[in-house]
């Protein structure tokens, strides 16, 4: 009987610490994001079978290694990869800005209709002021250079939306609009292009706007700044007018300010958001004009200029008013040896990092197809080990904080294609309260059931079944459904005894 117990004992202390683990090393909550970029001419000209074909072996890839959100490049220069009435199909599609795809298709929605399939957030990436980069040759006339050329200027051979102009605001607000109203994104994304990176000895050409708008300001990059300031809380409140579940986030360039500009600014020696972008980060953040911020802090541990370790922390310290997730470059972390074991690369300890600090919620990818590429095993090691199980979307309660009601009507029923656990969607008061998606759990017939434990899901899905392995129906387990809105929050459960 003694040795029964003591048995009995170990198997409980045993079940609760691998339960404890999972919990505390894998977050059942957590930002997993990568970028898929069309500036790098990755699609150009691609036809549109084939482009389809490899944006859907990324997402497979991508979604083994446990990743849950896209940011989709959408509008890289006043162009779409998307249906617009207002601005040019891209060249970075087609080839030649203007032409059409032929097939005709539509990227944007392609993109959210596979993210979704696969319980992956699409977040469309959009550059607000870039107008044309070198490599356009020529506008089409539908590009809005064409029918506003006083809105625009040129510096270092491109062309951008003068950000002065009070009507090019309006006019980026009305792009912004256009996409949210009509497209089922989950998010609306701006990265680190604000006033342009500058050039030595090329001052930005503003000064015509500053004498005609300047709104009192006698220092012109404190006017510059504003005017950033009032894009990005114009653009956030037509996000939440069109749609209040959309989210609205940047991944602005990794520092804020250095030391030596500023007593609060980082420790590190680089270009500056606030100094030499004009882009007030903190402010927005602070101020609840962005809902979430990516930092893009590229570098490795241990850089002279830029330490990745100092910054992770800065941004931790200084940016928790909203979710903050880190911008992860693949190529750099596993280029670069870890400092303390020169056999790894650094992907470890960097994770160890950000997971260690309550103010990070996760991490986006630059880029998708590195990570797909596996280089230095960054691919294997995020399916295997840091997202080893599946995790839902942060939380925004600051947007949304009711949780739906529980799913209805739990059953498993027998079907030609197998045993199959059937639920119906809860009834919902309004568009906030619908459940879109379904997490369903897997206990033990005695395991106490933990929801706060990730290694128990078996799928967050769409749909509103789910196949059951069947064995020989001699073992019990306990399944678990909750219902999630679209901002992630989780209804209470609904419990099923099943013999599988």
């Not at 859907?56 to 617009?84: H, M, P, T, W």
């Not at 809380?233 to 959309?246: G, L, N, S």
Request: hydrophobic letters at 35%; glycine letters at 6%.
């Amino acid at each position: 009987m003694k040795a029964k117990f003591f048995l009995a004992a170990c198997l409980f202390c045993l079940c609760f610490w691998q339960a404890m683990t999972a919990q505390n090393a894998y977050p059942k909550r957590e930002f997993r994001g990568a970028w898929i970029q069309c500036v790098n001419g990755q699609f150009q000209g691609m036809p549109a079978r084939t482009m389809q074909t490899v944006l859907v072996n990324q997402l497979d890839k991508l979604k083994e290694a446990g990743i849950n959100a896209i940011i989709f490049q959408v509008r890289a220069e006043c162009d779409a990869l998307y249906r617009s009435s207002y601005e040019p199909w891209s060249r970075f599609l087609t080839g030649v800005q203007g032409q059409a795809p032929t097939p005709m298709w539509d990227p944007l929605q392609f993109m959210i209709d596979e993210c979704h399939k696969r319980g992956m957030e699409l977040h469309a990436w959009i550059n607000p002021y870039r107008a044309q980069t070198k490599g356009t040759t020529a506008l089409s006339p539908l590009h809005p250079y064409n029918k506003y050329p006083n809105l625009f200027v040129r510096y270092a051979g491109q062309l951008y939306f003068d950000p002065g102009q009070p009507e090019s605001r309006k006019y980026i607000c009305r792009i912004v609009r256009d996409i949210v109203s009509r497209y089922d994104i989950d998010a609306i994304h701006m990265d680190d292009y604000f006033y342009p990176y500058p050039v030595n000895g090329m001052d930005f050409p503003d000064n015509v706007s500053f004498a005609a708008y300047g709104r009192g300001f006698t220092n012109k990059a404190d006017w510059r700044r504003d005017n950033v300031n009032v894009l990005i809380k114009e653009i956030h409140e037509t996000v939440r007018q069109c749609k209040p579940w959309v989210k609205f986030g940047v991944s602005p360039f990794g520092i804020y300010r250095n030391k030596k500009s500023d007593p609060n600014g980082s420790n590190t020696n680089g270009l500056q958001n606030y100094d030499d972008l004009y882009a007030d980060v903190l402010l927005w953040v602070n101020n609840g004009w962005v809902d979430y911020n990516i930092p893009q802090v590229y570098w490795e541990i241990g850089h002279p200029a830029a330490d990745y370790d100092t910054l992770v922390r800065w941004w931790a310290k200084h940016s928790a008013a909203r979710p903050l997730y880190i911008g992860q470059d693949v190529m750099r972390t596993v280029s670069n040896a870890d400092i303390k074991n020169p056999r790894l690369n650094q992907m470890p300890a960097k994770y160890q990092l950000q997971r260690s600090l309550p103010a990070i919620g996760g991490s986006c990818q630059w880029y998708a197809a590195a990570v797909v590429d596996n280089p230095g095993n960054y691919r294997d090691m995020l399916e295997k080990v840091y997202h080893k199980y599946p995790a839902l979307q942060p939380r925004y309660p600051f947007m949304d904080d009711k949780a739906p009601k529980k799913v209805r009507k739990v059953k498993p029923v027998w079907t030609e294609d197998g045993y199959i656990l059937f639920w119906t969607a809860p009834k919902a008061k309004d568009v906030m309260d619908e459940a879109v998606q379904y997490v369903v759990y897997r206990f033990g017939n005695k395991e106490d059931v933990n929801l706060k434990d990730p290694s128990h899901i078996v799928t967050i899905t769409r749909d509103c079944f789910y196949k059951l392995p069947y064995e020989d129906g001699k073992t019990k387990y306990r399944y678990v459904v909750t219902a999630l809105d679209r901002l992630q929050n989780e209804s209470k459960a609904v419990k099923k005894k099943v013999k599988l």
